[in-house]
Nanobody, 114 residues
């Protein structure tokens, strides 16, 4: 059974930082491209950052220079370091694993107060 379990969300003031983690099980983690998506109330889910199985990263323009995605294949975990957070970063953040199949975590809430 595939599981993606996110953690690290919470409430933070604007300008602060959070680090999200996503622990994967039930997949051969190292061969999957991993990503972080977010969904704010009333909006569509959007890509935040992605890291391929070879370590190539890409970011949404809105988070470039502030967020960093990384992965630890030994721990089957992908991270999202979020710095200089803004109120518009408030959303539920979802972990995604993509190869032939597409898997999602349950999401973790990030709230940034002004």
């Amino acid at each position: 059974q595939v599981q993606l379990v996110e953690s690290g969300g919470g409430l933070v003031q604007a300008g602060g930082s959070l680090r999200l983690s996503c622990a994967a099980s039930g997949i051969i983690f190292r061969i999957y491209d991993m990503g972080w998506y977010r969904q704010a109330p009333g909006k569509q889910r959007e890509l935040v950052a992605r890291i391929t199985n070879s370590g190539i990263t890409n970011y949404a323009d809105s988070v470039k220079g502030r967020f960093t995605i990384s992965r630890d294949n030994a721990k089957n975990t992908v991270y999202l370091q979020m710095n200089s957070l803004k109120p518009e970063d408030t959303a539920v953040y979802y972990c995604n694993a993509l190869r032939e199949n597409n898997y999602w975590g349950q999401g973790t809430q990030v709230t940034v107060s002004s």
